[in-house]
C-alpha cells in the first residue's frame, strides 16, 4: 500500500523558512517523479513544484521559483521541499504527490504565514 506522509508545516512569519518532508512507503520511490502541490483555503489545488526520478530534473511554479527548492533522498524514501522569504499567499496545505497511474497524494501539511 502506498504511504506518503508529509510533515514540516506550522506557523511562520513572513520572510521566514520552513523545510517540509514527505517519507514515502509501499512502492519503489526512487523510480518516481515526484510533485508538491497546495491549497489554500477556498481555493483549487495549485502544482507547486516537480522532481524527476533519475537525474532529479526540477520545475516550479512561477510563484514559488527561486524561494522554494524541491529535492529527494532515494536512500530514504523522502521527498522535501525548502521554502524561503515565504509570504502569507503561500499559506495553504501542502501535498506531496507520487506522479503515476494513479496519482497518489498524502494528507497535508498546514502552512500558515502569518504575523
Not at 499567499?89 to 496519482?103: I, N, S
Amino acid at each position: 500500500e502506498v504511504q506518503l506522509v508529509e510533515s514540516g508545516g506550522g506557523l511562520v512569519q513572513p520572510g521566514g523558512s520552513l523545510r517540509l518532508s514527505c517519507a514515502a512507503s509501499g512502492f519503489t520511490f526512487a523510480r518516481y517523479g515526484m510533485n508538491w502541490v497546495r491549497q489554500a483555503p477556498g481555493k483549487g489545488r495549485e502544482w507547486v513544484s516537480y522532481i524527476s526520478s533519475g537525474d532529479g530534473t526540477t520545475t516550479y511554479a512561477d510563484s514559488v521559483k527561486g524561494r522554494f527548492t524541491i529535492s529527494r533522498d532515494n536512500a530514504k524514501n523522502t521527498l522535501y521541499l525548502r521554502m524561503n522569504s515565504l509570504k502569507p499567499e503561500d499559506t495553504a496545505v501542502y501535498y506531496c504527490e507520487k506522479l503515476g497511474d494513479p496519482v497518489e497524494r498524502g494528507q497535508g501539511t498546514q502552512v500558515t504565514v502569518s504575523s
